[in-house]
């Protein structure tokens, strides 16, 4: 890769409500709920809402199951979530979608290479 190639690929995510038929759903969700996470923006159907505990539950994950991870590791394997609720069956599964790209310089101010460190001071203990 050169070095004029500042880009990056992440997943596009979809998260899905599973609601085991004929039990009760604490949660506000209905079987097929979903919304996506393209990039940093997450999108729902219009007239669609999400519990914010439900996402709470979900919300650590969804950084690491965009980037690609090895075939062994959990993270490629393991896609359901439950509902934060104990009383309340439903699970959220997350979904890799398409690989969108994008821009290290569009997506932050820090520039990629950054110069080399500069020494530490010494402390005044030890002038």
Request: glycine fraction near 6%.
């Amino acid at each position: 890769m050169s070095d004029a190639d500042d880009g990056f690929s992440l997943h596009d995510l979809r998260v899905e409500a599973i609601c085991p038929p004929g039990r009760t759903i604490y949660c506000g969700a209905k079987a097929g709920d979903f919304f996506e996470l393209r990039g940093e923006m997450l999108h729902l159907p219009e007239g669609q809402g999400f519990s914010i505990y439900s996402l709470a539950a979900v919300l650590p994950l969804l950084a690491a199951k965009q980037r690609p991870t090895h075939p062994n590791d959990w993270m490629s394997t393991d896609a359901e979530v439950a509902c934060p609720d104990p009383n309340c069956p439903s699970r959220l599964r997350i979904t890799r979608l398409g690989l969108r790209r994008f821009s290290h310089a569009e997506t932050t101010a820090v520039p990629l290479h950054q110069p080399e460190a500069t020494p530490a001071l010494p402390d005044a203990d030890e002038e």
